[in-house]
């Protein structure tokens, strides 16, 4: 049975191992995937240890997501960009290889499950940290009209358009409604959101919250109350798994029946 597990610190919510064991048994894949308490201090060395003990591969979530990046030894183009992987995936030949699956998930969230179109739209994606760096390659591959990146930091908003090529704004120089507007902030973890103005979003807006929890996110009833539609992030943890496991197994799992479930377990 090959291993697999994820790394994070806190571990104990994350739900990977659920998800990964549903891909597993309706992809028929024999495997196992746990939880592992990942230590500020020992984590490199308790992921030689995994693979060393025969471990397959690994998912990485916060904090630990840059220091498996500088870990690897060959790593995938989005995950150069990103600078930062969330899954591992020991070679044959003993190289460690490191791929970012979050702005894949997302982006097939919004174009598959929610049936939304990127090209050609004035995007606002809301924050400037390592989840928005996580996706952006992924969004301007669908050839928006415009991706501008606000923060409430507007050096680091500027230091990352300027890597990837869009536009960065404080939110004070925010003008006119957004086609797509995408949170990647904690605002909803934290029940604080950054300083958006009236005239971001109309009817015509959709808006995507990075994050998900039971009932409606803060920047969502925010989208809601300006006449805005849109939808979690609940989608796009699945659809990063779903990238995951295919990154492992090279089978690609269907994501509907989970998803629907995820759904009525989080509302029930």
Excluded at 248 to 266: A, H, K, S
Aim: glycine residues 10%; aromatic residues 8%.
């Amino acid at each position: 049975m090959d291993q697999y597990a994820v790394f994070g610190n806190p571990i104990a919510h994350s739900k990977s191992p659920d998800i990964h064991m549903h891909f597993a048994e309706e992809t028929q894949q024999n495997i196992s995937y746990s939880r592992i308490l990942g230590d500020d201090v020992e984590f490199e060395n308790q992921v030689r240890d995994f693979f060393a003990n025969g471990g397959k591969g690994l998912n990485v979530t916060a904090p630990f997501k840059d220091r498996a990046f500088a870990m690897c030894d060959i790593l995938s183009q989005r995950a150069k960009k990103a600078g930062a992987v969330n899954t591992l995936l020991m070679g044959k030949n003993g190289d460690l290889f490191g791929d970012t699956t979050d702005g894949v998930g997302m982006v097939r969230d919004i174009i598959d499950n929610h049936k939304q179109v990127l090209k050609d739209k004035r995007i606002l994606i809301i924050g400037a940290g390592g989840a928005v760096q996580g996706i952006l390659d992924n969004v301007l591959a669908e050839n928006p009209k415009s991706v501008t990146i606000a923060n409430r930091t507007v050096e680091k908003a500027q230091a990352l358009a300027e890597k990837f090529d869009c536009f960065g704004s404080s939110f004070e120089d925010l003008e006119g409604a957004f086609d797509l507007i995408i949170n990647g902030t904690s605002a909803s973890r934290s029940s604080s959101l950054p300083p958006l103005k009236d005239e971001l979003a109309n009817e015509k807006t959709w808006c995507y919250d990075m994050t998900y929890g039971k009932g409606t996110t803060i920047f969502l009833q925010w989208a809601i109350d300006h006449g805005a539609t849109g939808a979690d992030g609940l989608g796009m943890l699945v659809g990063q798994a779903a990238e995951s496991f295919y990154i492992w197994r090279q089978v690609r799992p269907d994501m509907t029946r989970l998803l629907n479930t995820m759904r009525t377990e989080l509302e029930g």
